[in-house]
């Protein structure tokens, strides 16, 4: 009976990595589409000076790691929760798989953030800009800590599905107490 069991076990738990896999795929390239759409980028400004890079400019390049981190945190914890709640069959497995499906969508967002973007300007662009031109940086994070923001969010989605949701096939300890028969022993 136990060797039925195990090729059984096996196929759902390479069923669950499939989705897990499809779903961490699709939702990190809609995380880069996401990020390169909703991303200011910084810019080079030409001056009679040369090239520079005021304040705001600055700003622009901090806020990209804040749209990172924005999409993927929302990202990483709607994946946790959904995931968890459509395959709870062998919840440690599922926790791994939600783990390393995120930190699979964060670097495919990174990656493909960063070929949507523009390229690295060259220093023969920079060197024919006429004064006042401006030209964009690269789409990319200047804290590569961010990476990780997904697959943690993504965890803590899937640990509070776990937590939040008591198997109804359990009663609560709790209940079990209150419903034994508990009388007072007869010593003597």
Known sequence: ???HLQPLVLRRLIQDAGVVLG????????GALLWWQLTPLAEYSRSAAGVS???EQ???EVAAD???FVIA???GLVSGVTLLLLRRRDTVAMVVLVAAGGLLAGWLMMRVGFWLGPAKPTDD?????????KVPLQLESQARGVLFVWPIAALLGAVGVIWGLDDPGEPD???HLSNQDVRPSRSG
């Not at 779903?23 to 809609?30: C, E, R, Y």
């Not at 662009?125 to 031109?133: F, K, N």
């Open 1 to 3: 009976m136990r060797q």
């Open 23 to 30: 779903w961490f795929v699709v939702i990190g390239l809609v």
């Open 53 to 55: 890079f005021d304040e």
């Open 58 to 60: 600055l700003g622009r």
């Open 66 to 68: 804040g749209w990172y």
């Open 73 to 75: 945190a929302i990202g």
């Open 125 to 133: 662009v920079i060197a024919d800009m006429a004064i006042g031109d």
């Open 173 to 175: 300890a709790s209940e």
